[in-house]
C-alpha cells in the first residue's frame, strides 16, 4: 500500500508544481474548473476570493493525507506540508513575478495537509498488524 501510495504522491505533486510553479494562465483550465464547482453547488454564494481559499486547502488535502500513508507519521507528514506550502509561496517571490505568495496561501495549503492526515492517520491505526500475544 505505502508503495502504491508513493507513486500517486510523486505524481500528485508534479500536478501541483506544474500548477503552483508555473506562470497562472498554465492552470487557468484548474482554475476555471474550481470556480466552475463551486458556483454550481454554492448555488452563486461563493466569489472567486472564498474559491480560491477553499482550493487551496483542498490542493494539500491528498499530499497530507498520501505523505501520512507512506511516512505513517502524521505529525512529520503536517509538518512538511507546511515546509511544502512556504517553500512554494517563496519560490513564487523570488522567481515568478507574474505569481502573488501570501502567507494565507501557506495556511490554507497547511490547512488542507492538517485534514489529509487526519482522515489518513485513523486508517494507518486501523490497518497496522495486530500484535499476536505472547505464549508462555
Known amino acids: 500500500m505505502r508503495c502504491f501510495a508513493l507513486v500517486l504522491l510523486g505524481l500528485y505533486l508534479v500536478f501541483v ?5 508555473a506562470d497562472p494562465s498554465a492552470g ?3 482554475f476555471s474548473l474550481a470556480d466552475s ?3 454550481r453547488y454554492s448555488g452563486g454564494e461563493l466569489d472567486w476570493s472564498e474559491t480560491e481559499v ?7 488535502v491528498p499530499i497530507g493525507f498520501l ?3 507512506v511516512l505513517g507519521r502524521p505529525v512529520m507528514s503536517i509538518v512538511l506540508c507546511v515546509l511544502g ?3 512554494i509561496e ?3 517571490q523570488q522567481w515568478l513575478p507574474s505569481r502573488v505568495p501570501t502567507i494565507a496561501d501557506v ?6 495537509g492538517l485534514i489529509g492526515s487526519l482522515v489518513a492517520w485513523p486508517l494507518l491505526w486501523l490497518s497496522r498488524p495486530l500484535k499476536q500475544p505472547k505464549v508462555a
Open 17 to 21: 508544481a506544474r500548477l503552483t510553479l
Open 107 to 112: 495556511q490554507h495549503n497547511s490547512l488542507g
Open 85 to 87: 506550502s512556504a517553500c
Open 28 to 30: 487557468q483550465s484548474v
Open 54 to 60: 477553499l482550493a487551496n486547502v483542498a490542493l494539500f
Open 67 to 69: 505523505l501520512t500513508v
Open 37 to 39: 464547482l463551486a458556483t
Open 90 to 92: 517563496l519560490a513564487q
